[in-house]
């Protein structure tokens, strides 16, 4: 889901890690009184449940998705959301992360947590299973419904992932059962999509892959803004076994800073804004108690 212009070849110094975490964090005010109990408002959402989410996202362009976003510092990233825990919860030891996708993020950060992954996607589950192996476990789960029984003290949801939930009551529920999978005193990480506000139609987009064997243009206008909003992404994908164009349409929700930070407070969660994060969208962190 990258808007802006991106270039080969992986940044060097994220401007996210310019600065210490904690000199840039802003501080929220304190969850709000009548904060709904997080355990009832997920057992309401087990019991409504319904058939697997047919989100639009990464319909054929799974296998390219790593060659894409070759231009994020997913090292620098990796880097950054280290030192976010150790300096809040030093102790973390295990960690999970919703909407995975093949699992970078999973790869940099296993030496330092016991680390488990989600995804809707069964072929992101398959490609993160591929460079991860049998050790980490990995589930296609919808992040707004999932239930894996047990809890991480680091909940993590990355690349504006959270946005595929599209609307604010999937935003909510998304949000409640990220932090009803966080341990007491866990964190919930949550990279956010642009803002309404921010948002520029009429920006055009492209992104090359110029390798060996495989080359690729993926190009984008930006729409006017809705909400939801539909980002169609065109293809030009060449490889070994031949040329194939196609178009993905991604649908996304046009959340405010303001519906994060309710879904957080309605959460039971304390949460802070870091208005840069790992790639200058910005990052929630939510404290549970
Ligand atoms: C932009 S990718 C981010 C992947 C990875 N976190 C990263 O940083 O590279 C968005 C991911 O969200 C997943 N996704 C979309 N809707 C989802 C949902 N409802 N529940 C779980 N994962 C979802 C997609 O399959 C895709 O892998």
């Known amino acids: 889901m990258a808007a802006a212009a991106a270039v080969e070849g992986p940044d060097p110094v994220p401007r996210g890690l310019r600065e210490l975490p904690s000199q840039r964090i802003i501080r929220l005010p304190p969850v709000a009184e009548e904060v709904p109990c997080v355990v009832a408002e997920a057992a309401a959402h087990r019991a409504q449940r319904t058939a697997p989410y047919d989100g639009d996202v990464f319909r054929r362009s799974q296998r390219f998705y790593d060659a894409i976003y070759s231009f994020k510092g997913y090292p620098a990233e990796a880097e950054m959301l280290r030192a976010i825990v150790r300096e809040r919860r030093p102790d973390a030891r295990t960690l999970l992360d919703v909407a995975c996708g093949t699992g970078k993020h999973l790869e940099l950060l296993r030496g330092d947590f016991d680390v488990a992954g989600v995804d809707l996607d069964p072929e992101m589950v398959a490609l993160a299973r591929e460079r991860l192996g049998d050790e980490v476990p990995l589930q296609v789960e919808d992040m707004a419904e999932f239930d894996l029984g047990r809890t991480f003290d680091v909940v993590m949801c990355l690349f504006s992932s959270i946005a595929y939930t599209k609307t604010e009551d999937r935003l909510n529920s998304a949000v409640a059962n990220l932090a009803r999978h966080a341990a007491r005193d866990g964190l919930v990480l949550v990279e956010p999509w642009f803002y309404p506000e921010d948002w520029v139609p009429g920006h055009v987009d492209a992104n090359f892959v110029?390798?060996?064997?495989?080359?690729?243009?993926?190009?984008?206008?930006?729409?006017?803004?809705?909400?939801?909003?539909?980002?169609?992404?065109?293809?030009?994908?060449?490889?070994?076994?031949?040329?194939?164009?196609?178009?993905?349409?991604?649908?996304?929700?046009?959340?405010?800073?303001?519906?994060?930070?309710?879904?957080?407070?309605?959460?039971?969660?304390?949460?802070?804004?870091?208005?840069?994060?790992?790639?200058?969208?910005?990052?929630?962190?939510?404290?549970?108690?």
């Open 210 to 289: 110029d390798r060996d064997g495989l080359k690729i243009a993926r190009m984008s206008l930006s729409p006017p803004l809705s909400d939801p909003l539909t980002m169609t992404f065109h293809y030009l994908v060449a490889t070994t076994e031949g040329v194939e164009s196609f178009t993905e349409d991604h649908v996304v929700g046009m959340f405010t800073h303001q519906h994060y930070v309710s879904a957080f407070q309605n959460a039971g969660l304390a949460v802070d804004h870091d208005p840069e994060g790992p790639m200058s969208r910005g990052l929630y962190i939510g404290s549970s108690a």
